[in-house]
């Protein structure tokens, strides 16, 4: 498979968070109950974490992949877990981030939780409802228990998006790199970050260091 591969430039120590949402940015998920969405290792979701740490940390894939520019409400996008693995809405109304490559169970809709109609740029700090392939939505349950099982967007379909960090802003020319200044290469098909093993060029990393 043919990969398409960015240099990205370096945004500093600390991530700088800008206000609308872009492809292959981070992202944490709150609940209506204060609580952050948190993927597990043996690919269980649940929602029950007083703060945002890696667990707590999803990447953004829009779909069809397309690195350029601000993403809008009523569009696709996947998420992928630090361990690498896709969340996923399943049938009987399930959630789970165990997959490890992305499909149509893969793939959820992202909506101004107070306006479905919505089209507008997706803001960090926004209100979002993220509905299935089937029609539901995803939801932080009381326990901590998240499913994709709802009709309907209510409180607990709720979820307030902050921004970890957003993607550098791509380099456009070699020029555009002033002397010694580092960058990065990112993988835009899988949204992965480029590091050394070795002898080898691996696209595996979720965050840049």
Known sequence: MRHLLTLLAVLGATATVAQDLTHASTIALRSDHGLYLSAQDDGRLVAD??????WETFLIRRVPVNPGGTMHYGQHLNLRSSHRRWVAGEENGGAKADREAAGPWEDWTIHNAGDLSSTTAIACGDRVAL?????????????????????????????????????????????DLGQNEAFFLRDLTSGGFVRIDGDRL????AIAY
């Open 202 to 205: 691996v696209n595996d990393s």
């Open 49 to 54: 974490r007083q703060d945002a740490g890696e």
């Open 131 to 175: 509905k299935s392939s089937h029609g539901t939505y995803l939801v932080a349950e009381e326990g901590g228990g998240v499913k994709a099982d709802r009709g309907a967007v209510g409180a607990w379909e709720s979820w307030t998006l902050q921004c970890q960090s957003v993607a550098p802003k791509p380099i456009q020319s070699l020029s």
